[in-house]
Structures are given as structure tokens and as C-alpha cells.
């Protein structure tokens, strides 16, 4: 392989492993975000009934009439169901970044010994 296009392989996974350095750790960066969204959410779903003009016109009833009223009830569930999907995404998406971040670098020593070869 020619040497331009090695050194374009590596210039592109450069600028690979600077973008996922760049957004990996999303709930660190932006934990402000998240905790103001799962407070909001924890306390408007006990609520929400999904009551709009569907094809079926089904009434649906909302956490809050399902759980017979207990309001406090129904937001320590949403609260309990956001936080443990937030938690997951938390880690699944980390060990996703590691893994790629892992490849990226074994991809770019393996561009950086076929430099070496061909000088």
C-alpha cells in the first residue's frame, strides 16, 4: 500500500479516536441535563394517559388512576425506572466507547508498523 494512503488511514482514525474522546462519558458531561430531565419526567408520567385521537378510541388510563391515586407511589416509580435505564445506558454506552476506542487503537498501531515497513 502506498504511503499517502496509509498516512490518509491514519489521519482518518486520528480523527476517529479524537471524536469518540470528544462525546463518550455523555451523563458526566451532561449530568445537570439528565437530573433536571428525570426530575421532570419522575413527575409528569405519573400523569400522562395518552389520551389522543387514536384509531381504537381506547381510554387509557394513566400510572396514577392504575395505582389508585397514590401520586408519591407512581413517582418514586418513574423515578426508580428512569434512573435504572439511565444507569444502563450509563454503562453500556461506556463499555460500547471502550471497546471502539480499544479497536481504533489497535488499528491505528497496525497503520503506524505498515508505515514503518514501507520507509
Not at 36 to 61: K, Q, T
Not at 71 to 91: E, I, K, R, T
Request: glycine share 8%; net charge positive; with cysteine.
Amino acid at each position: 500500500m502506498s504511503g499517502f494512503n496509509l498516512e490518509k488511514q491514519l489521519r482518518h482514525v486520528n480523527m476517529k479516536i479524537r471524536k469518540l474522546e470528544k462525546n463518550s462519558n455523555f451523563f458526566g458531561r451532561n449530568i445537570v441535563k439528565v437530573v433536571l430531565f428525570g426530575v421532570g419526567f419522575s413527575f409528569l408520567a405519573p400523569r400522562y394517559s395518552g389520551n389522543s385521537d387514536d384509531y381504537m378510541n381506547h381510554d387509557r388510563d394513566s400510572i396514577l388512576e392504575q395505582m389508585d391515586g397514590n401520586y408519591w407511589n407512581a413517582v418514586l416509580l418513574c423515578a426508580g425506572v428512569y434512573v435504572s435505564l439511565a444507569l444502563l445506558g450509563h454503562f453500556v454506552w461506556g463499555i460500547q466507547d471502550r471497546r471502539k476506542m480499544k479497536r481504533l487503537l489497535v488499528r491505528k498501531k497496525i497503520i503506524l508498523e505498515k508505515m514503518n515497513l514501507t520507509k
